[in-house]
């Protein structure tokens, strides 16, 4: 391993990608600690004590813009923005049958979809961007009322100001998206990926320094004992996958003989990743957010359904919001594999290369058992990512610990996938110059 590690950074090429990838990442997280112009630093440092930053209803953006969402910083949005616009044109490709000419177009259809994706990205930030300084600009954004200084986070609340605020963040997000774009062209390849990576990892240490503060050294210990075994099972689900056996017929074109190969097609478990758990904290934080904006400023009693929300909607650590975020996570886990896996067009185009599944007959027969296999596969992915999400709220339940626990969640599924993808291509990059690679 160690001389795996030094040969990595005796290759001239593949020490100045990744030295690359390293300064990008770096001025990342600097730019997300810059605070935004017009923004009251030593206000916010105060209400991130008192809240500590974990609980508030933008946690999970926050959590992946590692913490400068309720810092109010140049890089507030992060990838948050992209990670949207991206779902947003993968679900289009179902509505509009343009997006998806594109899609099988080839390089040429997929660049317009990439910028398409830029675009909306800039859209989106440009709407997040006004919603944050609005709420910033109620008090509201760290759900606390009743400290002075979470009411006072801007500096000046005039409109010039708060459009300067909104620019910068703008700017802020399409600068994140182009430094993604050099780390996935000069440097290790997935920029976006390793930005998410990063703005997570560096969340680690303050989750659990506060539970070492909170519980003391034994529960610490605990943890950290538990949250290996939860990334060793993690790793095992993500590798896992159904081989569905593929073979090809010969074919003579000319004098030459094609096909005649066994192949297989790889079905994971976990083909949905981490995206059915966002769509299933987005979802639950609208009612949330509802709720807030129809409480009574003037201190009256809010109506028995924002209390009835608040009750049940507004902290993870209540069973009915354990439930529905379970049921939600199996419900998109289903909806997002049908959009992205298509049964018939992987059937169609194998039928046209002459591929068929032995035992199985080509064209519609076989477009049914895949969509009968993945339909059981996907099964016991979706009960995986439940649980997963679930740990979270069990540990805010039980140790204290905040909303964005480490060990759990969409942390630890983009944690432990990107870093097996990073390294697998590491690996591939030493075995184009070495015979041996990374993992041996």
């Given at each position: 391993m160690f001389s795996a590690i030094a040969r990595i950074f005796r290759t001239p090429d593949l020490r100045r990608k990744i030295g690359f990838t390293l300064g990008i990442i770096a001025i990342y997280r600097f730019g997300a600690h810059v605070p935004a112009p017009f923004v009251s630093y030593p206000n916010v440092q105060a209400c991130l004590q008192e809240n500590e930053g974990g609980d508030g209803?933008?946690?999970?953006?926050?959590?992946?813009?590692?913490?400068?969402?309720?810092?109010?910083?140049?890089?507030?949005?992060?990838?948050?923005?992209?990670?949207?616009?991206?779902?947003?044109?993968q679900l289009l490709r179902v509505v509009i049958p343009h997006f998806e000419a594109l899609h099988k177009e080839g390089q040429a259809g997929q660049a317009k979809l990439t910028q398409y994706t830029r675009y909306l990205t800039i859209a989106l930030a440009l709407l997040q961007s006004t919603t944050l300084v609005t709420v910033a600009r109620s008090g509201q954004l760290f759900g606390v009322t009743d400290i002075p200084a979470c009411n006072n986070l801007l500096t000046d609340s005039g409109?010039?100001?708060?459009?300067?605020?909104?620019?910068?963040?703008?700017?802020?997000?399409?600068?994140?998206?182009?430094?993604?774009?050099?780390?996935?062209?000069?440097?290790?390849?997935?920029?976006?990926?390793?930005?998410?990576?990063?703005?997570?990892?560096a969340t680690f240490p303050g989750a659990l320094g506060a539970i070492l503060a909170a519980r003391g050294l034994e529960v610490f210990l605990l943890v950290l004992a538990i949250g290996l075994?939860?990334?060793?099972?993690?790793?095992?689900?993500?590798?896992?996958?159904?081989?569905?056996?593929?073979?090809?017929?010969?074919?003579?074109?000319?004098?030459?003989?094609?096909?005649?190969?066994?192949?297989?097609?790889?079905?994971?478990?976990?083909?949905?990743?981490?995206?059915?758990?966002?769509?299933?904290?987005?979802?639950l934080y609208i009612p949330a957010l509802i709720a807030q904006f129809n409480t009574p400023t003037d201190g009256s009693a809010p109506p028995e359904w924002v209390q009835w929300i608040g009750q049940y909607f507004t902290t993870g650590d209540q069973p009915v919001y354990m439930a529905v975020y379970f049921l939600l996570i199996i419900g998109f886990t289903y909806f997002y594999v049908a959009i992205t896996f298509n049964p018939v067009d992987v059937a169609d185009n194998m039928k046209k290369y002459g591929g068929f599944v032995p035992g199985v007959r080509a064209g519609r027969p076989t477009a049914e058992y895949l969509d009968y296999v993945l339909t059981r596969i996907t099964f016991p992915g979706s009960i995986y990512l439940g649980l997963i999400a679930l740990i979270p709220l069990i540990a805010l339940a039980t140790v204290q610990a905040n909303q964005n626990f480490p060990f759990g969640g969409a942390s630890i599924l983009i944690i432990v996938g990107v870093g097996l993808e990073t390294v697998k291509q590491i690996d591939a990059q030493l075995q184009q110059r070495h015979y041996e690679g990374l993992l041996r």
């Open positions: 209803l933008l946690s999970l953006v926050n959590l992946f813009s590692g913490g400068a969402l309720l810092q109010l910083s140049i890089f507030a949005l992060g990838v948050m923005p992209y990670i949207t616009a991206t779902i947003i044109t409109w010039l100001a708060q459009a300067m605020i909104v620019i910068t963040l703008t700017a802020g997000t399409g600068l994140v998206m182009w430094m993604a774009e050099l780390v996935t062209e000069h440097g290790v390849g997935n920029g976006m990926s390793l930005l998410i990576f990063t703005s997570i990892a075994v939860i990334v060793a099972l993690v790793v095992f689900v993500e590798q896992s996958q159904r081989r569905v056996p593929v073979q090809y017929a010969k074919r003579m074109v000319g004098r030459r003989t094609y096909g005649g190969t066994n192949t297989y097609i790889p079905i994971k478990v976990n083909m949905a990743g981490v995206v059915p758990v966002i769509f299933a904290s987005s979802l």
